[in-house]
Structures are given as structure tokens and as C-alpha cells.
């Protein structure tokens, strides 16, 4: 049976959490990829403080404390592999408050099977905390949050270390 990756994502999401901000981290993105056996369950963390950066170590420590959640709980019926990593260049944008923080940038977005269009690349113009519209060759389209499988901002080099120095800049 197929996953449903948007349920996945809050199930995941919800599991985890508060078990990732206990060890000092926010939970950035929860992402399903992969296909066939290669499926992998990715989380993104970055620090919760001033201190935005993750290391191995830190990965690898919050991987020790998720796993065994993941393995009880058992959200998922396929094989996959457990990834922890930082947000990285191509950041996932799944909360809210990083739809309203990016406001100005360029996403990729790509919405749930079934719907007209599933595909926009364009500037976030707002997010009312129930849609984000996007600026696509001119054009605003509004979409519905619940509808978005997967978001990731398409940083250039430039972007990508200006949002890193305003992060250590907030410290």
C-alpha cells in the first residue's frame, strides 16, 4: 500500500518532536524519498538557540533518541532508512512560521496526486496559515498548505549564506 507522504509527515512530526526540542534542536522537515527499496525517512534539524548549526555528532545523537520511537510506534510499513541531517541549501519549508519567514524567497512546491496542477516554482508573496501564495512568471497562485506533499526553498549560493549570516547574526 502506497504511503500517504503528507499523513506521514505529521504522524512522523508528531512523534518525534518534542523529543528532538528536548535535546536542544527544532525539527525543521519530516521528508519521504526514495522508491522501490531505496525509501528513505529524512528528518532535518538545525539548532534551537543562537546556535543554528548541527554536526555528525549531533545527527547521530538525535537519531539515538528518534529511532526507537519510530520502531514502537511503527508509522511505516515499508523498509526504509532512518537520515538526520541539517536543512542544507535546498531547505524543506513544511511549518507555517518558515512559509511566513521566507516570504521574498523562491520555493519549489509540489501538492498531493489528483489535483490540476501539482508543480509551482516561484516566489512566497504570503502565508495566512492556511495558504501560501506564490509568485509563478508573474501570476499569484494560492495554495492550500494541506495540499503541499513537499516545499524546498531554491536558494542561490548568495541567498543560502545570507540566511546563514543572519541566524549567527540573531546569537
Known amino acids: 500500500m502506497p504511503v500517504n507522504t503528507i499523513d506521514l509527515q505529521r504522524e512522523v512530526r508528531e512523534l518525534v518532536e518534542s523529543t528532538v ?30 546556535a543554528k548549526g548541527v554536526t555528525a555528532d549531533d545527527c547521530a545523537r538525535v537519531s539515538e533518541h528518534v529511532s526507537p520511537l519510530l520502531d514502537q510506534a511503527d508509522p511505516i510499513e515499508a523498509r526504509y532508512t532512518l537520515e538526520l541531517s541539517s536543512p542544507g541549501i535546498d531547505r524543506p519549508v513544511q511549518r507555517v ?49 494541506d495540499t503541499i506533499e513537499q516545499a524546498n526553498l531554491v536558494l542561490s549560493l548568495e541567498e543560502y549564506q545570507t540566511l546563514a549570516e543572519a541566524d549567527h547574526d540573531d546569537q
Open 21 to 50: 526540542e528536548r535535546l536542544g534542536f527544532d525539527l525543521v522537515g519530516v521528508e519521504w524519498l526514495g522508491g522501490g527499496h531505496g525509501r528513505v525517512l529524512r528528518l532535518s534539524i538545525e539548532g534551537s538557540g543562537p
Open 97 to 145: 512560521d518558515d512559509f511566513q519567514r521566507f516570504v521574498g524567497y523562491r520555493v519549489k512546491l509540489r501538492l498531493m496526486e489528483g489535483l490540476p496542477r501539482r508543480r509551482y516554482t516561484g516566489a512566497i508573496e504570503s502565508c495566512d496559515g492556511h495558504e501560501v501564495s506564490v509568485r509563478v512568471d508573474g501570476r499569484e497562485h494560492r495554495v492550500a498548505l
